[in-house]
Protein backbone atom coordinates (compact mmCIF):
# COMPACT_ATOMS: atom_id res chain seq x y z
CA UNK A 1 0.00 0.00 0.00
CA UNK A 2 3.11 2.25 0.51
CA UNK A 3 4.58 3.55 -2.44
CA UNK A 4 7.90 2.78 -3.65
CA UNK A 5 9.38 5.69 -5.44
CA UNK A 6 11.39 7.86 -3.27
CA UNK A 7 9.53 10.67 -4.44
CA UNK A 8 6.01 8.94 -3.41
CA UNK A 9 7.49 7.72 -0.03
CA UNK A 10 9.08 11.72 0.54
CA UNK A 11 5.32 13.01 -0.33
CA UNK A 12 3.72 9.98 1.39
CA UNK A 13 5.52 10.53 5.25
CA UNK A 14 5.28 14.70 4.69
CA UNK A 15 1.67 14.74 4.44
CA UNK A 16 0.92 11.67 7.28
CA UNK A 17 3.62 13.64 9.90
CA UNK A 18 1.56 16.88 8.60
CA UNK A 19 -1.65 15.07 9.29
CA UNK A 20 -0.49 14.10 12.65
CA UNK A 21 0.56 17.23 13.49
CA UNK A 22 -3.11 18.77 13.03
CA UNK A 23 -5.27 15.80 14.43
CA UNK A 24 -2.55 16.73 17.68
CA UNK A 25 -3.55 20.44 17.40
CA UNK A 26 -7.01 20.20 17.02
CA UNK A 27 -7.20 17.53 20.19
CA UNK A 28 -4.84 20.29 22.00
CA UNK A 29 -7.01 23.07 21.31
CA UNK A 30 -10.02 21.15 22.07
CA UNK A 31 -8.88 20.46 25.62
CA UNK A 32 -6.75 23.33 26.59
CA UNK A 33 -8.94 26.43 24.69
CA UNK A 34 -12.60 24.91 24.06
CA UNK A 35 -13.02 23.03 27.10
CA UNK A 36 -11.80 25.22 29.76
CA UNK A 37 -13.69 28.37 27.86
CA UNK A 38 -16.96 25.88 27.54
CA UNK A 39 -16.32 24.81 31.43
CA UNK A 40 -16.05 28.71 32.46
CA UNK A 41 -19.09 29.81 30.92
CA UNK A 42 -21.28 26.61 32.20
CA UNK A 43 -19.64 27.57 36.13
CA UNK A 44 -21.01 31.29 35.26
CA UNK A 45 -24.45 30.32 33.57
CA UNK A 46 -24.98 28.31 36.53
CA UNK A 47 -24.55 30.70 38.96
CA UNK A 48 -27.02 33.05 36.61
CA UNK A 49 -29.42 30.10 36.36
CA UNK A 50 -29.33 29.92 40.19
CA UNK A 51 -30.33 33.85 39.81
CA UNK A 52 -33.01 33.13 38.30
CA UNK A 53 -34.57 31.04 40.73
CA UNK A 54 -33.59 31.81 43.57
CA UNK A 55 -37.22 32.60 44.63
CA UNK A 56 -38.82 29.72 42.39
CA UNK A 57 -39.30 26.97 45.19
CA UNK A 58 -42.01 24.67 46.12
CA UNK A 59 -43.48 25.32 42.89
CA UNK A 60 -43.82 28.83 43.23
CA UNK A 61 -43.38 30.84 39.97
CA UNK A 62 -41.18 33.87 39.55
CA UNK A 63 -43.44 37.55 38.55
CA UNK A 64 -43.87 37.83 34.69
CA UNK A 65 -42.52 41.42 35.62
CA UNK A 66 -39.54 40.61 36.99
CA UNK A 67 -38.58 38.11 34.67
CA UNK A 68 -38.99 40.40 31.60
CA UNK A 69 -37.25 42.94 33.41
CA UNK A 70 -34.56 40.27 33.91
CA UNK A 71 -34.71 39.57 30.26
CA UNK A 72 -34.36 43.01 29.75
CA UNK A 73 -30.81 43.23 31.46
CA UNK A 74 -28.91 40.07 30.76
CA UNK A 75 -31.23 38.62 27.71
CA UNK A 76 -32.12 35.57 29.48
CA UNK A 77 -35.19 34.18 29.35
CA UNK A 78 -37.12 31.03 30.95
CA UNK A 79 -39.45 29.39 29.02
CA UNK A 80 -41.75 26.58 29.04
CA UNK A 81 -40.95 23.26 27.44
CA UNK A 82 -43.42 24.00 24.37
CA UNK A 83 -42.23 27.52 24.10
CA UNK A 84 -38.29 26.20 23.84
CA UNK A 85 -38.80 24.05 21.03
CA UNK A 86 -40.85 26.92 19.43
CA UNK A 87 -37.48 28.77 19.80
CA UNK A 88 -35.14 25.95 18.64
CA UNK A 89 -34.45 23.56 21.51
CA UNK A 90 -35.59 20.47 18.98
CA UNK A 91 -32.49 21.35 17.28
CA UNK A 92 -30.09 21.60 20.49
CA UNK A 93 -27.83 19.03 20.84
CA UNK A 94 -27.43 17.58 24.04
CA UNK A 95 -23.99 18.07 26.11
CA UNK A 96 -23.83 14.91 28.99
CA UNK A 97 -20.57 16.53 29.93
CA UNK A 98 -22.07 19.85 30.62
CA UNK A 99 -24.80 18.47 32.00
CA UNK A 100 -22.94 16.94 34.73
CA UNK A 101 -21.30 20.04 35.48
CA UNK A 102 -24.09 22.18 35.82
CA UNK A 103 -26.48 19.04 37.85
CA UNK A 104 -23.63 19.74 40.13
CA UNK A 105 -23.37 23.23 40.62
CA UNK A 106 -27.23 23.44 40.96
CA UNK A 107 -27.34 20.90 43.21
CA UNK A 108 -29.48 18.61 41.37
CA UNK A 109 -30.16 16.78 37.81
CA UNK A 110 -29.68 19.73 35.05
CA UNK A 111 -29.50 18.94 31.60
CA UNK A 112 -27.71 21.42 29.21
CA UNK A 113 -27.99 21.27 25.22
CA UNK A 114 -26.32 23.85 22.72
CA UNK A 115 -27.93 24.77 19.50
CA UNK A 116 -25.69 26.15 16.63
CA UNK A 117 -26.81 29.90 15.05
CA UNK A 118 -25.62 33.28 15.49
CA UNK A 119 -25.54 33.64 18.46
CA UNK A 120 -24.83 30.37 19.73
CA UNK A 121 -27.81 29.33 22.37
CA UNK A 122 -27.21 27.58 25.78
CA UNK A 123 -30.06 25.33 27.42
CA UNK A 124 -30.72 25.07 30.69
CA UNK A 125 -33.22 22.81 32.58
CA UNK A 126 -32.59 23.19 36.02
CA UNK A 127 -33.59 20.94 38.63
CA UNK A 128 -35.59 23.95 40.47
CA UNK A 129 -37.79 23.83 38.01
CA UNK A 130 -38.38 20.92 35.90
CA UNK A 131 -40.19 21.42 32.89
CA UNK A 132 -38.90 24.74 32.31
CA UNK A 133 -36.04 25.56 29.94
CA UNK A 134 -33.47 28.79 30.24
CA UNK A 135 -32.41 30.46 27.00
CA UNK A 136 -29.18 32.08 27.29
CA UNK A 137 -27.59 33.33 23.80
CA UNK A 138 -23.84 33.40 23.53
CA UNK A 139 -22.94 36.07 21.27
CA UNK A 140 -19.34 35.78 21.86
CA UNK A 141 -19.18 32.11 20.73
CA UNK A 142 -20.57 32.21 17.27
CA UNK A 143 -20.74 29.42 14.48
CA UNK A 144 -18.73 31.24 12.07
CA UNK A 145 -16.09 31.51 13.90
CA UNK A 146 -15.89 27.68 14.20
CA UNK A 147 -16.15 27.47 10.41
CA UNK A 148 -13.26 30.12 10.37
CA UNK A 149 -10.89 27.66 12.86
CA UNK A 150 -11.70 24.72 10.46
CA UNK A 151 -10.96 27.29 7.54
CA UNK A 152 -7.74 28.25 9.02
CA UNK A 153 -6.36 24.47 9.85
CA UNK A 154 -7.51 22.85 6.86
CA UNK A 155 -5.88 25.56 4.68
CA UNK A 156 -2.88 25.05 6.89
CA UNK A 157 -2.47 21.46 6.55
CA UNK A 158 -3.46 21.60 2.34
CA UNK A 159 -0.41 24.42 2.43
CA UNK A 160 2.11 22.35 3.90
CA UNK A 161 0.91 19.11 1.73
CA UNK A 162 1.30 21.12 -0.89
CA UNK A 163 4.62 22.76 -0.04
CA UNK A 164 5.91 19.15 0.33
CA UNK A 165 5.06 17.53 -2.60
CA UNK A 166 6.59 20.63 -4.64
CA UNK A 167 9.58 20.27 -2.36
CA UNK A 168 9.60 16.68 -2.51
CA UNK A 169 9.04 16.91 -6.69
CA UNK A 170 12.23 19.74 -6.79
CA UNK A 171 14.16 17.03 -4.17
CA UNK A 172 13.63 14.15 -6.81
CA UNK A 173 14.19 16.21 -9.85
CA UNK A 174 17.70 15.49 -10.87
CA UNK A 175 16.98 11.71 -9.37
CA UNK A 176 14.72 10.87 -12.38
CA UNK A 177 17.48 12.98 -14.91
CA UNK A 178 20.01 10.69 -13.55
CA UNK A 179 17.33 7.69 -14.34
CA UNK A 180 16.90 8.60 -17.68
CA UNK A 181 20.89 9.19 -18.47
CA UNK A 182 21.51 5.76 -16.89
CA UNK A 183 19.25 4.01 -19.27
CA UNK A 184 20.23 5.96 -22.32
CA UNK A 185 24.19 4.84 -21.07
CA UNK A 186 22.84 1.34 -20.74
CA UNK A 187 21.77 1.26 -24.33
CA UNK A 188 25.25 2.45 -25.29
CA UNK A 189 24.60 6.29 -25.58
CA UNK A 190 27.49 8.21 -23.97
CA UNK A 191 26.81 11.28 -24.72
CA UNK A 192 24.14 12.54 -22.07
CA UNK A 193 25.91 15.18 -19.90
CA UNK A 194 23.83 16.00 -16.77
CA UNK A 195 23.89 19.31 -14.84
CA UNK A 196 24.95 19.40 -11.42
CA UNK A 197 22.18 20.79 -9.77
CA UNK A 198 20.24 20.58 -6.66
CA UNK A 199 21.53 19.38 -2.63
CA UNK A 200 25.27 18.69 -2.10
CA UNK A 201 24.76 14.78 -2.33
CA UNK A 202 23.09 14.80 -5.59
CA UNK A 203 25.60 17.05 -7.07
CA UNK A 204 28.01 14.47 -5.58
CA UNK A 205 26.07 11.88 -7.53
CA UNK A 206 25.88 13.85 -10.43
CA UNK A 207 28.98 14.35 -10.98
CA UNK A 208 30.10 10.46 -9.90
CA UNK A 209 27.77 9.34 -12.96
CA UNK A 210 29.43 11.78 -15.37
CA UNK A 211 32.89 10.93 -15.06
CA UNK A 212 31.57 7.07 -14.86
CA UNK A 213 29.85 8.20 -17.84
CA UNK A 214 32.49 9.46 -19.64
CA UNK A 215 34.76 6.41 -18.37
CA UNK A 216 33.12 4.33 -20.42
CA UNK A 217 32.63 6.41 -23.54
CA UNK A 218 36.40 6.52 -23.64
CA UNK A 219 36.83 2.42 -22.46
CA UNK A 220 34.27 1.74 -25.29
CA UNK A 221 36.24 3.74 -28.00
CA UNK A 222 39.50 2.24 -27.05
CA UNK A 223 38.19 -1.35 -27.55
CA UNK A 224 37.05 -0.22 -31.02
CA UNK A 225 40.20 1.17 -31.75
CA UNK A 226 41.68 -1.69 -30.38
CA UNK A 227 39.45 -4.27 -32.65
CA UNK A 228 39.70 -2.27 -35.49
CA UNK A 229 43.72 -2.56 -35.43
CA UNK A 230 43.63 -6.43 -34.42
CA UNK A 231 41.04 -6.82 -37.69
CA UNK A 232 43.19 -5.04 -39.49
CA UNK A 233 46.16 -6.60 -38.41
CA UNK A 234 44.96 -9.79 -38.96
CA UNK A 235 43.13 -9.55 -42.43
CA UNK A 236 46.47 -8.53 -44.03
CA UNK A 237 48.18 -11.62 -43.64
CA UNK A 238 44.88 -13.84 -44.34
CA UNK A 239 44.80 -11.67 -48.02
CA UNK A 240 48.45 -12.70 -48.45
CA UNK A 241 47.60 -16.16 -47.49
CA UNK A 242 44.19 -16.12 -49.86
CA UNK A 243 46.55 -14.43 -52.86
CA UNK A 244 49.24 -17.67 -52.29
CA UNK A 245 46.54 -19.99 -52.10
CA UNK A 246 45.25 -18.80 -55.33
CA UNK A 247 48.89 -19.32 -57.17
CA UNK A 248 49.03 -23.39 -55.98
CA UNK A 249 49.00 -25.63 -58.34
CA UNK A 250 46.17 -28.04 -59.75
CA UNK A 251 47.64 -31.16 -58.11
CA UNK A 252 46.86 -29.70 -54.79
CA UNK A 253 43.57 -28.63 -55.17
CA UNK A 254 42.11 -30.30 -52.42
CA UNK A 255 44.79 -28.49 -50.24
CA UNK A 256 43.24 -25.22 -51.64
CA UNK A 257 39.91 -25.37 -50.87
CA UNK A 258 40.71 -26.70 -47.39
CA UNK A 259 43.08 -23.66 -46.87
CA UNK A 260 40.24 -20.99 -48.19
CA UNK A 261 37.15 -22.10 -46.36
CA UNK A 262 39.22 -22.03 -43.21
CA UNK A 263 40.18 -18.28 -43.94
CA UNK A 264 36.81 -17.20 -44.99
CA UNK A 265 35.79 -18.75 -41.61
CA UNK A 266 38.32 -16.40 -40.29
CA UNK A 267 36.84 -13.61 -41.94
CA UNK A 268 33.31 -14.30 -40.79
CA UNK A 269 34.62 -14.64 -37.06
CA UNK A 270 36.81 -11.39 -37.04
CA UNK A 271 33.05 -9.24 -38.76
CA UNK A 272 30.74 -11.01 -36.11
CA UNK A 273 33.18 -9.56 -33.04
CA UNK A 274 33.44 -6.38 -34.94
CA UNK A 275 29.49 -6.61 -34.88
CA UNK A 276 29.28 -7.71 -31.33
CA UNK A 277 30.92 -4.44 -30.24
CA UNK A 278 29.33 -1.92 -33.01
CA UNK A 279 26.51 0.22 -30.89
CA UNK A 280 23.79 1.50 -32.79
CA UNK A 281 22.77 4.66 -30.94
CA UNK A 282 19.70 6.55 -30.90
CA UNK A 283 21.42 9.14 -33.16
CA UNK A 284 21.47 6.43 -36.31
CA UNK A 285 17.49 5.32 -35.76
CA UNK A 286 14.37 6.73 -37.98
CA UNK A 287 10.62 5.96 -37.27
CA UNK A 288 10.24 2.39 -39.95
CA UNK A 289 8.12 0.01 -40.44
CA UNK A 290 9.25 -3.28 -39.43
CA UNK A 291 7.18 -5.35 -41.97
CA UNK A 292 9.38 -3.50 -44.59
CA UNK A 293 12.33 -4.66 -43.17
CA UNK A 294 11.53 -8.13 -42.56
CA UNK A 295 10.07 -8.65 -46.32
CA UNK A 296 13.48 -7.97 -47.83
CA UNK A 297 15.55 -9.98 -45.14
CA UNK A 298 12.53 -13.46 -45.68
CA UNK A 299 13.33 -12.50 -49.99
CA UNK A 300 16.69 -12.58 -49.52
CA UNK A 301 16.73 -15.83 -47.37
CA UNK A 302 14.94 -17.79 -50.12
CA UNK A 303 17.77 -18.40 -51.60
CA UNK A 304 18.62 -21.16 -49.60
CA UNK A 305 15.53 -23.18 -51.33
CA UNK A 306 13.77 -23.66 -48.28
CA UNK A 307 10.03 -22.42 -48.06
CA UNK A 308 9.94 -19.64 -45.54
CA UNK A 309 5.95 -18.73 -44.39
CA UNK A 310 5.63 -14.97 -43.81
CA UNK A 311 2.23 -13.99 -41.95
CA UNK A 312 2.70 -9.86 -40.96
CA UNK A 313 0.02 -8.13 -39.92
CA UNK A 314 -1.18 -5.60 -42.04
CA UNK A 315 -0.81 -2.30 -40.46
CA UNK A 316 1.84 -2.10 -37.95
CA UNK A 317 2.89 1.42 -35.82
CA UNK A 318 6.46 2.34 -36.76
CA UNK A 319 9.34 1.12 -34.87
CA UNK A 320 12.66 3.44 -33.85
CA UNK A 321 14.97 1.81 -35.75
CA UNK A 322 18.63 1.20 -37.66
CA UNK A 323 17.21 -0.82 -40.28
CA UNK A 324 20.28 -2.43 -41.17
CA UNK A 325 21.13 -3.69 -37.25
CA UNK A 326 17.31 -4.97 -37.48
CA UNK A 327 18.23 -6.67 -41.01
CA UNK A 328 21.36 -7.82 -38.87
CA UNK A 329 19.19 -9.57 -36.39
CA UNK A 330 16.09 -10.95 -38.99
CA UNK A 331 18.62 -12.54 -40.95
CA UNK A 332 20.44 -14.03 -38.13
CA UNK A 333 17.53 -15.67 -36.75
CA UNK A 334 16.07 -16.70 -39.72
CA UNK A 335 19.49 -18.37 -40.40
CA UNK A 336 19.54 -20.23 -37.36
CA UNK A 337 16.34 -21.80 -37.65
CA UNK A 338 17.04 -22.72 -41.61
CA UNK A 339 20.72 -24.24 -40.31
CA UNK A 340 18.60 -26.50 -37.67
CA UNK A 341 15.66 -27.30 -38.83
CA UNK A 342 14.95 -29.27 -42.12
CA UNK A 343 10.83 -28.40 -42.46
CA UNK A 344 9.72 -24.90 -43.62
CA UNK A 345 10.04 -22.10 -41.25
CA UNK A 346 7.54 -19.84 -39.73
CA UNK A 347 7.70 -15.84 -39.56
CA UNK A 348 5.27 -13.55 -38.18
CA UNK A 349 4.68 -10.16 -37.32
CA UNK A 350 2.15 -8.26 -34.99
CA UNK A 351 0.83 -5.54 -32.21
CA UNK A 352 0.04 -6.05 -28.86
CA UNK A 353 -1.66 -3.40 -27.47
CA UNK A 354 -1.02 -4.46 -24.25
CA UNK A 355 2.70 -3.93 -24.35
CA UNK A 356 2.84 -0.81 -27.02
CA UNK A 357 5.37 -3.32 -29.21
CA UNK A 358 5.91 -5.02 -32.17
CA UNK A 359 6.59 -8.40 -31.83
CA UNK A 360 8.49 -10.59 -34.96
CA UNK A 361 8.40 -14.76 -34.29
CA UNK A 362 10.89 -16.39 -36.06
CA UNK A 363 10.02 -20.57 -35.73
CA UNK A 364 10.97 -23.90 -36.63
CA UNK A 365 10.68 -27.78 -36.15
CA UNK A 366 14.13 -28.51 -35.20
CA UNK A 367 15.70 -30.17 -31.91
CA UNK A 368 15.26 -27.01 -29.84
CA UNK A 369 17.02 -26.07 -27.02
CA UNK A 370 17.44 -27.30 -23.72
CA UNK A 371 15.40 -25.44 -20.79
CA UNK A 372 18.11 -24.48 -18.97
CA UNK A 373 20.17 -23.09 -21.58
CA UNK A 374 17.56 -20.71 -23.00
CA UNK A 375 18.86 -17.81 -21.29
CA UNK A 376 22.73 -18.49 -21.60
CA UNK A 377 23.00 -19.13 -25.05
CA UNK A 378 22.83 -15.63 -25.50
CA UNK A 379 26.04 -14.99 -23.16
CA UNK A 380 28.82 -14.22 -25.56
CA UNK A 381 30.85 -17.13 -26.81
CA UNK A 382 27.83 -19.26 -25.62
CA UNK A 383 27.07 -22.19 -28.05
CA UNK A 384 23.90 -23.77 -27.92
CA UNK A 385 23.44 -28.03 -26.89
CA UNK A 386 25.03 -29.96 -29.31
CA UNK A 387 21.44 -30.69 -30.57
CA UNK A 388 21.44 -27.39 -31.64
CA UNK A 389 24.89 -27.57 -33.33
CA UNK A 390 28.29 -25.93 -32.37
CA UNK A 391 29.46 -23.72 -35.53
CA UNK A 392 30.46 -20.23 -34.95
CA UNK A 393 32.12 -18.04 -32.91
CA UNK A 394 29.21 -18.47 -30.16
CA UNK A 395 28.48 -14.84 -31.06
CA UNK A 396 25.28 -14.47 -33.23
CA UNK A 397 22.70 -14.69 -30.44
CA UNK A 398 24.77 -11.80 -28.19
CA UNK A 399 24.92 -9.93 -31.37
CA UNK A 400 21.14 -9.95 -31.45
CA UNK A 401 20.50 -9.46 -28.25
CA UNK A 402 23.06 -6.25 -28.03
CA UNK A 403 21.29 -5.06 -31.17
CA UNK A 404 17.56 -5.50 -30.10
CA UNK A 405 18.31 -3.56 -26.31
CA UNK A 406 19.95 -0.69 -28.38
CA UNK A 407 16.13 -0.52 -29.97
CA UNK A 408 14.86 -0.98 -26.45
CA UNK A 409 13.36 -4.26 -27.23
CA UNK A 410 13.56 -8.01 -25.66
CA UNK A 411 13.93 -10.98 -27.20
CA UNK A 412 13.92 -14.56 -25.85
CA UNK A 413 13.63 -18.48 -26.85
CA UNK A 414 11.31 -20.82 -25.79
CA UNK A 415 10.32 -24.23 -27.40
CA UNK A 416 7.30 -25.21 -29.01
CA UNK A 417 4.90 -27.56 -28.56
CA UNK A 418 5.42 -30.23 -30.83
CA UNK A 419 8.93 -29.73 -31.02
CA UNK A 420 11.07 -26.95 -32.48
CA UNK A 421 12.15 -23.76 -31.34
CA UNK A 422 10.35 -20.02 -31.50
CA UNK A 423 12.65 -16.69 -31.56
CA UNK A 424 10.88 -13.86 -30.36
CA UNK A 425 11.80 -10.26 -30.65
CA UNK A 426 9.64 -7.37 -28.87
CA UNK A 427 10.31 -3.86 -30.40
CA UNK A 428 9.00 -0.91 -28.58
CA UNK A 429 6.22 1.30 -30.99
CA UNK A 430 6.79 4.53 -31.88
CA UNK A 431 4.71 6.88 -29.49
CA UNK A 432 4.37 9.80 -32.07
CA UNK A 433 2.74 7.14 -34.66
CA UNK A 434 0.68 5.95 -31.95
CA UNK A 435 -1.08 8.96 -31.12
CA UNK A 436 -1.25 9.65 -35.38
CA UNK A 437 -3.04 6.14 -35.41
CA UNK A 438 -5.58 6.72 -32.27
CA UNK A 439 -6.53 10.41 -33.90
Not at 40 to 56: C, S
Not at 362 to 386: A, N, T, W, Y
Amino acid sequence: MLPRSAFGQTVFFVGALLLINQVVSYITVTLYVFKPTFEQVNLMLAKQVKTVFIDWENGVEVDNSVSRKFFEITGIEVMTQREAYVNGLGQAKEYTLLSRSMSEQLNGSARVRISQGDPVVYWVEAPQAPGYWVRVPLSGLSETKMEFLVFYLSSIGFLSVLGGWLFARHLNKPLKSLQIAASRVGVGDFSTRLVEEGSTEVIEVTRAFNKMSKGIADLESDRRLLMAGVSHDLRTPLTRIRLATEMMSDEEDYLREGIIDDIEDMNAIIDQFIEYLRHHNGAEMSADDVNTVIEEVVHAEQQHQRPIHLQAEEYLPTVMMNAVALKRVFTNMIENAIRYSEQDIEVTTEYSPKHRAVIVKVMDRGPGIPESELESVFEPFKQGDQARGSEGSGLGLAIIKRIVTTHGGKVRLRNRDGGGLIAEVSLPAYRGKLEENNN
